[in-house]
């Protein structure tokens, strides 16, 4: 049973056009989410997290969204660039309860030249 | 170290025959967390040290699975009588303080069951 889910295994986007990727979770327990980048070869490096008492949280072309009603999350990048082609997982944790993430499945993100 | 070093980064191994990965976290980080990820698939949760505690088992996937961490820092994940199944990535990561703050990851062990 997936409590983490992103239903796009991969996502296309033009060089400085905005990347949006997904995510839905079904864990009510989760109240801290976060997202990591993976390049081939390499493991995955933190991009960016939300706690469940926001709705949004920048950092640079970076940007997390957050609708609990929804249980979805989604990750903005704008504009995009080269250096952003990788796989994207979304991540989740109960923090207090249960302290491990659990990841999605990852969608890898192609930009187009 | 700078990082989380994982040993080694590729292993190829007989079916049946057991493997033992290595992975030394960042100096002075008390949580240790094992993933894997399996063609396809997310980063599987395995296994989680923090201090002194016992460690959360509650992902490693059957009774071949089992890990150690010696002196609060290097761990071992070691796998009995591999199967072709277990051909994956295994990702060890560290974070300083219990929780979700701060993870990081080491580049991993792509191990092949032939």
């Known amino acids: 049973d997936q409590q983490v889910k992103q239903n796009s295994p991969s996502l296309s986007v033009q060089e400085g056009r905005i990347s949006i990727l997904n995510c839905d979770y079904t864990?009510?327990?989760?109240?801290?989410f976060l997202w990591y980048k993976k390049y081939p070869a390499e493991g995955p490096t933190f991009l960016i997290s939300i706690s469940s008492i926001k709705d949004k949280n920048e950092d640079g072309r970076f940007t997390v969204f957050l609708n609990k009603s929804a249980k979805h999350l989604s990750l903005h990048i704008v504009p995009s660039q080269p250096g952003d082609s990788a796989v994207y997982f979304c991540a989740a944790s109960a923090n207090g309860r249960d302290d491990k993430i659990i990841f999605g499945k990852g969608t890898r993100l192609h930009i187009l030249p | 170290g700078a990082g989380v070093s994982q040993s080694p980064s590729n292993k190829v191994t007989e079916k049946g025959k057991d493997v033992e990965l290595r992975c030394d976290p960042i100096s002075g980080h008390t949580a240790l967390y094992w993933y894997r990820q399996s063609l396809g698939q997310g980063l599987e949760f395995l296994i989680y040290f923090q201090g002194n505690s016992a460690p959360d088992k509650s992902g490693l996937p059957s009774d071949r699975f089992s890990a150690e961490r010696t002196g609060g820092s290097v761990s071992t994940l070691t796998i009995q009588r591999t199967q072709q199944e277990d051909s994956a990535v295994y990702l060890c990561?560290?974070?300083?303080?219990?929780?979700?703050?701060?993870?990081?990851f080491g580049s991993g062990t792509r191990l092949t069951v032939v």
């Open positions: 990561a560290s974070s300083p303080i219990r929780g979700t703050y701060g993870y990081t």
């Open positions: 864990n009510s327990m989760f109240d801290y």
